[in-house]
Every structure is written in C-alpha cells, then in structure tokens.
C-alpha cells in the first residue's frame, strides 16, 4: 500500500485487491492485485459512470447535483398553488387566492422546464440497458405528463383572468390528479439518487463524513 494511503475497513474486492484511501480521506483509488490482469466488473464501471456528471458547470460538481436543488421550485409552487385552491372556497374575498394560485403554477412551470434540462444531463450518463435507465425514463415521463397537466391547467385558468371567485372544480381537480403524477415521479427520482446512487458520491467518499473530527464544533 502506498505511503500517505490506509486500507478501507469493508469487505475486500472479490479478486483479492486492497481499497485504499488517502488519509485525508476525500478520495479513493483501488489497488489492484500485483501481477494480475484486471478485470473491469461491468455493473462497477455502469455505477461509477452513473455519478459522473456530463458537465460539472451545467449539471453540478460531483457529489453536488443542481437537478435535486431545482426540482424543490415546482413541487413547492405546485403544492402551494392546490393550497390557494382549497383556501379560495374558505374566504369571504377568494380572488385573491385564485389569482395567487395561477401565479405559483406559472412559477412552477419556469422551475420545472430549468429542473428538466438539468435533469436530462443527469440521464445521459446512465448507462442505457440498466434497470436504474429505465427508472429514469419513466421518471421523465412522467414530468412531462405532468408540466403538460399544469400547461393546460395554467391555460384554463388564465382564460378567465382576473379570477373573483374560488377556484372552480375542473381546474382544481387537475391539480390534484397532477400532484399524484408528482408524486409518483418523485418517489422514482428519490430511487434513482438513494436506492441506485445516480449523481451520488462513492461509499469511500462518503466515508468521510462519518470519520473521527478533528474539529471541536
């Protein structure tokens, strides 16, 4: 093992090698197993090309993904908006509401198209053929049904802008079948980041937050 190097403390690789660390413990390296000829496991290789990112400027450094900074915008405008939708039919002056409600759905639509294009770099580095793939493409499915929904629910509200009365039923009930869709969908992107370790750093790396601090905060 190289000078400046400490062994990791998991289960050694299947093919007798050793997994090293600097002892600062921010990044790692495998050791391979002198005069053996290396054999690349391929779900390994599918893995760590999974957490690259395309491009550390566009779709954020490694270990810091923009696509889970940018998804908060929608969900929290989208959920804030049904809110306004219900508060509207409980007021005695709704169109304040129902006005606030459109505006929230139209922030959102801005936020999601911004989480989409980050989001698509995010699923180019998935290896195609993987079950975490085609996790992805049903995720994005979704996300497109549902900014369709809001483009449409966003429309027929509009068409009756400035709103003085509560929301009405149709509109109303489209958020609701759409923040089921959303739902869904974010329960596949939470898979995709917590389950696979899509954009998500090594265990080695991860490591070192759990390290003895040397720090007395």
């Known amino acids: 093992m190289d000078q400046g190097y400490r062994r990791w403390p998991g289960p050694l690789p299947p093919d007798g090698g050793t ?12 050791t391979d197993p002198p005069g053996e000829e290396v054999t690349v496991d391929p779900t390994r290789k599918n893995l ?3 957490k690259q990112p395309v491009s550390p400027l566009l779709a954020g450094p490694y270990g810091h993904p923009f696509h ?7 969900i929290g405008a989208w959920v804030c908006s049904l809110v306004f939708d219900i508060a509207s039919h409980r007021v005695d002056r709704p169109g ?10 139209a922030i959102g639509l801005v936020g999601a198209v911004a989480a989409a294009m980050i989001g698509f770099l995010d ?8 079950r975490a793939f085609r996790v992805a ?8 049904v549902v900014t369709v929904a809001y483009i449409a629910n966003f429309a027929w509200r509009h068409s009756g802008y400035p709103q003085e009365t509560a929301v009405s039923f149709g509109p109303l009930a489209l958020s609701v079948v759409s923040l089921v869709a ?12 917590y389950r696979y370790g899509v954009r998500v750093a090594v265990e080695h790396v991860q490591a070192d937050g759990f390290g003895q601090s040397t720090t007395t905060d």
């Not at 493409?137 to 497109?144: D, E």
């Open 137 to 144: 493409m049903v995720h994005m499915a979704l996300n497109l």
């Open 48 to 50: 760590e090309q999974a």
């Open 123 to 130: 699923l180019i580095v998935i290896p195609r053929s993987t």
């Open 68 to 74: 889970p900074i940018l998804v908060t915008v929608p």
């Open 96 to 105: 304040f509401l129902a006005q606030g409600s459109e505006w929230l759905i």
């Open 19 to 30: 997994l090293d660390w600097p002892a600062s413990g921010v990044h790692g390296e495998y």
């Open 182 to 193: 959303l739902a869904a969908s974010g329960y596949l992107g939470g898979m995709l980041a």
